[in-house]
């Protein structure tokens, strides 16, 4: 029970704030957030957050992947299972399964000048000095690095030839993640604390692999983030930052990988530790997805007009336009243009007008069928009658002497209002 109430998790301040929950661009677009900074309405774009391939998700995607009901099945529980390193089912031809077919299998590399030893060594040494699950971390560093490995492991990327990261540590943000990544590696941009507990510079891949490990360890399996889950999605610590990674749904794709790597090793009847967390009034049945599709959600107006006439426009408004009218008006023609060449637009032409008031709207449908109401006031006068709507004096200060008079001009607005100008004195 994690004392959280649910509906705290989903606000703008939370883990729908923009940039912490991203989701792949090949996803369909209605998991993408149209909130404030992740997508510009006025010219139907989405903002790109991340490596310019990764966007916001939306209210309802977040909520999907943070309800742990979702989960609970023979894959995805292992985004629940404690990551602490147990000597007793850890062991190095587990290591070897999971590295299978990966660019790390059976590949030895140097330890120090003098010692090589395999991948699969690195691995476990670095669960034994940092506490962290070994499987976990040759796990966690293929869904970051690849089956074939990346920049971030070639040792021959940009400046920073001769440098490794095998978990894309700090490699999260910004125009070219990779460069990012290494140059923690290098040391450039780690603290003397940094350098000295992680093993920096990472100029060798078993440094990378075992320092990497402790940075992991210390920094989320030692800060109670012991599960795939929390380590997305901070709750246990009551606060919303510190994840370790921003796609909103990487354990359930870590999970599952955990669970083929469980699968072959046969070790899936043993028994295993998991948290799974509970939170205060929940929704009475686990969320679901946005229905998947590609379609556009603007049902914006770039544009809105009444022939002859002029009104100030603004897309983001959708009431508060006004336009009076001479009685001898009995209709209007209305046009309108929308954001979107997929959306419909309804409400527009010619409007008959009766005498007063007339409300008009123009409703926009987006293609994914969400809708939008712009709503004009339109005032017939009746018996022409122009009401006076306020004065205004041609000077608002005076300086003068004694004895001095100065003559000031009233001007009334609209000019040629019917209400009865006599009590206005000059």
């Known amino acids: 029970d994690t004392g959280i109430e649910w509906s ?43 490596s310019n391939r990764w966007y916001q998700a939306n209210k309802e995607t977040v909520s ?53 030893v395999s991948y699969a060594t690195a691995f476990m040494d670095a669960a034994k000095v940092s506490g962290a699950s070994p499987y976990h971390l040759a796990i966690r560093s293929i869904q970051e690095i690849g089956t074939n490995g990346s920049d971030s492991t070639s040792g021959t990327y940009g400046n920073y030839s001769g440098y490794y990261n095998f978990y894309n540590i700090n490699a999260s943000s910004g125009s070219d993640p990779v460069a990012n990544g290494l140059k923690y590696a290098s040391g450039q941009t780690a603290s003397s604390s940094d ?27 030692n800060n109670n983030q012991d599960t795939l889950y929390y380590q997305k999605f901070n709750v246990v610590n009551k606060v919303w930052t510190h994840q370790y990674m921003t796609n909103v749904m990487a354990p359930q794709t870590e999970s599952e990988r955990t669970y083929r790597s469980y699968s072959d090793l046969g070790i899936l009847d043993i028994a295993y530790v998991f948290i799974i967390p509970y ?90 069928g969400d809708k939008r109401t712009y709503t004009i006031e339109v ?12 004065i205004s004096l041609n000077k608002t200060q005076i300086s003068m002497f004694n004895g001095d008079t100065q003559k000031l001009s009233v001007s009334f607005n609209p000019s040629n209002t019917t209400d009865s100008k006599n009590n206005i004195t000059q």
């Open 8 to 50: 705290s998790l989903l606000t703008e301040n939370a883990q729908c704030y923009v940039g912490r929950s991203l989701i792949d661009k090949t996803l369909p677009l209605s998991y993408r957030s149209t909130q404030t900074g992740a997508y510009n309405w006025r010219t139907d774009t989405f903002y790109v957050q991340d």
């Open 64 to 116: 999907y992947f943070l309800d742990p009901r979702n989960f609970l099945n023979e894959k995805n529980i292992f985004m629940f299972e404690s990551l602490s390193y147990n000597e007793k089912s850890h062991n190095i031809s587990g290591i070897e399964t999971i590295l299978k077919n990966t660019f790390m299998s059976n590949e030895e590399i140097s330890k120090n000048s003098n010692e090589k």
């Open 195 to 221: 350098k000295a507990k992680y093993d920096l510079p990472w100029d060798n891949q078993y440094k990378a692999i075992v320092g990497g490990a402790k940075w992991i360890a210390d920094g989320y399996i």
């Open 279 to 368: 939170y205060r009034n929940m929704p009475s049945s686990a969320c679901k997805l946005p229905e998947a599709n590609n379609y556009s959600p603007n049902n914006w107006l770039s544009s809105l007009s009444i022939d002859g006439y002029s009104l100030d426009f603004d897309g983001s408004e959708t009431g508060g336009y006004v336009l009076k009218v001479e009685s001898d008006v009995s209709s209007v023609n209305i046009s309108a243009k929308t954001v979107s060449s997929k959306a419909t637009v309804s409400g527009t032409g010619k409007v008959s007008l009766q005498p007063g008031s007339n409300t008009v709207k123009v409703v926009v449908t987006a293609q994914n």
């Open 379 to 390: 005032i017939r006068n009746t018996n022409n009658i122009i009401p006076l709507e306020s």
